[in-house]
């Protein structure tokens, strides 16, 4: 059973910085495009960032120039810096493994003073 795990959630303030991490496991890592989306209270999960096996990055207009994807094929773990972080990032963070069913089980973020 492939498992992906979110960590590195929590509260922030308004300007600060977060760096989530999504570990995987049970898979071949490094052929599979990966990406983050995230969902707040009473919206419909929406795109953040992805990252494809060769490293090309795509961003969400809202998270461009702020946000960071990056991904470690050795450790099976994809990474998303969030800096500059505002109170409409407050969501739950998923991470997707393309082409499959598999997502994480999401790992909150709060931006609030």
């Known amino acids: 059973q492939v498992q992906l795990v979110e960590s590195g959630g929590g509260l922030v303030q308004p300007g600060g910085s977060l760096r989530l991490s999504c570990a995987a496991s049970?898979?071949?890592?490094?052929?599979?495009?990966m990406g983050w989306y995230r969902q707040a209270p009473g919206k419909q999960r929406e795109f953040v960032a992805s990252i494809t096996r060769d490293g090309s990055t795509d961003y969400a207009d809202s998270v461009k120039d702020r946000f960071t994807i990056s991904r470690d094929n050795a450790k099976n773990t994809v990474y998303l810096q969030m800096n500059s972080l505002k109170p409409e990032d407050t969501a739950v963070h998923y991470c997707?493994?393309?082409?499959?069913?598999?997502w994480g089980q999401g790992t909150q973020v709060t931006v609030s003073s």
């Open positions: 997707r493994l393309y082409g499959t069913v598999y």
């Open positions: 049970r898979i071949t890592f490094g052929i599979y495009t």
